[in-house]
Nanobody
């Protein structure tokens, strides 16, 4: 199983930007579809964005389309989530997830999780 270590997150005002990173080790990075998920207090973990193994297929939740961008660098074994025009409703713990051989869009299908990073957007 791949191990995922996240960095980034923090506190930002509404309209601001943050970038999350997630670096993998322990297995071949390109074997994994990668996704970003978030979990707000008292809510279930939800899908945010996903990228296929080769980076050619990208998916977004409707709530973040046009504001968030997912990308991956297979040479660096890293997936990124650039978050622009952040809103208070984006406040949550953000997790990267990896799914071997397939796209990671459903939290139930994720094989490996990062440790999480808190993103707080103040109004």
């Amino acid at each position: 199983q791949v191990q995922l270590v996240q960095s980034g997150g923090g506190l930002v005002q509404a309209g601001g930007s943050l970038r999350l990173s997630c670096t993998a080790s322990g297995d071949t990075f390109s074997n994994y579809g990668l996704g970003w998920f978030r979990q707000a207090l008292g809510k279930e973990r939800e899908f945010v964005a996903a990228v296929s193994r080769g980076g050619t297929l990208i998916y977004y939740a409707d709530s973040v389309k046009g504001r968030f961008t997912i990308s991956r660098d297979n040479a660096k074994s890293t997936v990124y989530l650039q978050m622009n025009n952040l809103k208070p409703e984006d406040t949550a713990e953000y997790y990267c997830g990896g799914r071997r051989w397939d796209v990671a869009k459903d939290p139930v299908t994720v094989d490996s999780w990062g440790q999480g990073a808190q993103v707080t957007v103040s109004s």
